[in-house]
């Protein structure tokens, strides 16, 4: 079983920076992938990227591009999202989840934190 916990969220005003960590349990050996999501209450859970954790290849969201970088510091079972040029749209609760096999896509992950709020404000 992976175990995660989010951290670094909170409240920005547009134009700012944040870096979200994930502390992910022997995440090295059990998962094929990290992946972001975040969700406005109301609203579906989206996804923002992803890290594959072998490779450390990372894929995106067409909103992340350009703006969120995604790594990892295998040493410390750390993910990190960073997050530059927030805008209010942003504002959301962010998830880091696991994959253990399959597609890293979608939402159909193995194991998620409890999430981290981020607020943007304009």
């Known amino acids: 079983q992976v175990q995660l916990v989010e951290s670094g969220g909170g409240s920005v005003q547009a134009g700012g920076s944040l870096r979200l960590s994930c502390a992910a349990s022997d995440y090295t050996y059990n998962t094929k992938c990290i992946g972001w999501f975040r969700q406005v209450p109301g609203k579906e859970r989206e996804g923002v990227g992803g890290i594959y954790t072998s490779s450390g290849m990372t894929y995106y969201a067409d909103s992340a591009k350009g703006r969120f970088t995604i790594s990892q510091d295998k040493a410390k079972n750390m993910v990190y999202l960073q997050m530059n040029s927030l805008k209010p749209e942003d504002t959301a609760m962010y998830y880091c989840?696991?994959?253990?096999?399959?597609?890293?896509?979608?939402?159909?992950?193995?194991?998620w934190g409890q999430g981290t709020q981020v607020t943007v404000s304009s």
């Open positions: 989840a696991a994959r253990i096999t399959g597609l890293c896509a979608g939402l159909d992950f193995d194991y």
